[in-house]
């Protein structure tokens, strides 16, 4: 994976470093406006991620190798045991609309791997970027999806998932998450609207996170690594 945008206010899919390969744009506002958190995932020297929104909030990088990326250097992750995570994120905390998107490459086909999380180390998950194995939130299938939950439970939730296909081609493909509180959460892979939305997004009015909360990227979380 080389790219993680965290946006309060804007979608533009893919993001801007692909803006000449002629993908279509999609926007979504918010009074806001606020770049949340960007890493870039270019480097884990000194085991760090930087942030390059102005929060400034900075990761930690557990494990991982440079590889080539879809531009420049990319971060590879062993599926067992590396991943990232940003303590306590005051980006974590999100009352309004927001997008989260990334790129990301792999080839495992098999359980259930999360690319990006909000965790409280708990078991409430408030947000969630995953593949997911049969058995859950595809019961028969493989299958890629974006979750939303308003307090980290079952209660008021909804996502949007599409079974039968997880993208683990070993291609580098762009997925973008967007969620309009009350009224729609959607999912686009390469800039292309896919899935079938679950759950009762009417009652998601927020997303509930304490000064707990840690961002997570690729595991890190119930040892749902990615690969």
Partial sequence: RQ????????????????????????????PERTLRAYYTLNSNSGGTASDSSSFVKSANVI?????????????????????????NAPHDAMSGPFTVSFWFKGTKQNGTQ???????????????????APGGICPTQS??????S????????????????????GQWHHFAGVFNPGQEIKLYI?????GVVAG????????????????????????????
């Fill in 3 to 30: 790219f993680l945008n965290y946006n309060s206010w804007n979608f533009n899919s893919p993001w801007a470093l692909i803006e000449n390969q002629n993908y279509p744009w999609f926007r979504l506002e918010h």
């Fill in 63 to 87: 494990g991982t190798n440079i590889t080539q990326g879809h531009k420049g250097n990319a971060l590879l992750f062993n599926g067992v045991s590396d991943y990232i995570v940003a303590t």
């Fill in 114 to 132: 999360r690319f990006v999380t909000t965790w409280n180390g708990t078991g409430a998950i408030t947000w969630i970027a995953l593949i997911a």
């Fill in 143 to 148: 299958g890629i999806s974006f979750y939303i």
């Fill in 150 to 169: 308003e307090d980290g439970g079952s209660s008021d939730r909804a996502y949007v998932r599409q079974c039968g296909q997880t993208y683990q081609n």
């Fill in 190 to 194: 390469d800039g292309v609207s896919i």
């Fill in 200 to 227: 009762n997004i009417t009652t998601v009015t927020s997303v509930k996170v304490n000064q707990q909360t840690n961002l997570y990227v690729a595991g890190g979380a119930a040892n749902e690594y990615y690969q």
